[in-house]
């Protein structure tokens, strides 16, 4: 695993590097105090993107019905 720049931090035992410090959550930007909102709001839209990309036209046409069905109820209800 030391090609992938891992090294000791996952040895023979699992996970046994420590992580101190602020900001130390890996890909979490909330881990440890390490809150990087920006970060967070760009992987939440690159997320979205990625999974209304990997939806097949069934699914996104199912998606749409469910959001203007969605909309008439509340545009009713309010």
């Known amino acids: 695993m030391g090609e992938y720049g891992v090294g000791i931090g996952d040895g023979p035992a699992g996970q046994v590097g420590g992580g101190g410090g602020a900001g130390a959550g890996g890909t979490n930007p909330f881990a440890n105090g390490g809150t990087d909102v920006g970060a967070a709001v760009?992987?939440?839209?690159?997320d979205s993107i990625h999974t209304l990309s990997t939806l097949t036209p069934v699914e996104m046409l199912l998606l749409v019905v469910v959001l203007v069905v969605g909309f008439a109820i509340l545009k009713r209800v309010f």
């Open 42 to 46: 760009g992987n939440f839209v690159n």
